[in-house]
């Protein structure tokens, strides 16, 4: 359902410097060991500003770019950390992102029927997990340690690699819906008023549920969306165009976003190659 005169109230804090701090803290391995491991923060640090991720239609695209080290900072000194305004483990931002990714290829394979081998959402590695786990359940300790460790490793990886395979859409629907909805549940209605009186509007915890709140228009299509011809993106149009937008949105301070700077670049040094017989 869309609702008119709908607004999304949300900030987010981005600081003027962030910094890299290492900790050690404890882990559990599930098995009752505990260890220690250092672990890399990213703090926020000086002065910050607050502003409207609504803005930037683009910002799931961007998040999902996130692969490195290198992209983490690129991301947060533009729009602010993911989890917590003022710190967040670095590993942690890169598994959020890769969470993203997943969602969209995970989606994208359900639209167009296509095998969901190979998708790495961890809703959909659980299902894998409990079909292996109830497969290998006549396997006991003493037949394992008969046949040593390097024959069982080898049979559970390939039980993982059937289960992948044998994967069912049904099953990558269910997943899909409770990776998202999990992560929507901070997402909220909010009553607001304007000069046109009150209205419904919404309003996040973090920066992530935000994040997921585009991916969750994108995926029941609450919003137009238009799909980029360099990255293959879905994005939000920002501009009224007759044939709509080819390129992922510039963001607010950027004249053409990446992706049309790449297609123009690639477009001249084609027309120019051709142009010189190379």
């Known amino acids: 359902m869309i609702i008119k005169n709908e607004r999304n109230l949300f900030t987010w804090k981005v600081y003027t410097n962030y910094a890299e701090t290492e900790k050690v803290r404890e882990v559990n391995d599930g098995m009752g060991h505990i260890y220690p491991v250092t672990t890399?923060?990213?703090?926020g640090e000086g002065e910050s500003r607050e502003y409207h991720p609504v803005e930037f239609p683009g910002l799931y695209i961007e998040f999902q770019r996130i692969h490195n080290k290198e992209s983490v900072w690129g991301f947060i000194r533009k729009f602010g950390l993911p989890l917590d305004p003022k710190e967040v483990i670095l590993e942690e931002i890169l598994f959020c992102a890769k969470n993203i990714r997943e969602c969209?290829?995970?989606y994208d394979a359900l639209k167009n029927n296509l095998p969901l081998q190979g998708i790495e959402l961890e809703e959909l590695l659980d299902?894998?997990?409990?079909?292996?786990?109830e497969k290998l359940k006549r396997f006991n300790k003493e037949k394992v340690l008969a046949m040593g460790m390097e024959k069982w490793a080898q049979i559970v990886s390939e039980a993982f690699k059937v289960a992948g395979r044998h994967r069912t859409?049904?099953?990558?629907r269910k997943a899909?819906?409770?990776?998202?909805?999990?992560?929507l549940e901070g997402v909220r209605p909010v009553l607001f008023c304007s000069e046109e009186g009150f209205a419904f509007g919404q309003t996040c915890n973090t920066l992530?549920?935000?994040i997921y709140l585009q991916v969750f228009d994108h995926i029941t299509n609450r919003r137009k969306f238009e799909q980029c011809q360099v990255c293959g993106s879905w994005f939000i149009p920002t501009k009224n165009i007759k044939n709509g937008m080819k390129f992922c949105p510039p963001l607010p301070w950027e004249k053409k976003s990446r992706c049309a700077n790449l297609f123009y670049v690639r477009e001249y040094r084609d027309r120019h190659r051709k142009n010189n017989g190379v």
């Open 169 to 172: 859409l049904e099953q990558g």
């Open 104 to 106: 969209l290829r995970l």
């Open 176 to 183: 899909l819906m409770e990776h998202i909805n999990k992560r």
């Open 40 to 43: 890399v923060y990213i703090r």
């Open 127 to 133: 299902k894998d997990s409990k079909n292996v786990h």
């Open 208 to 210: 992530l549920q935000f």
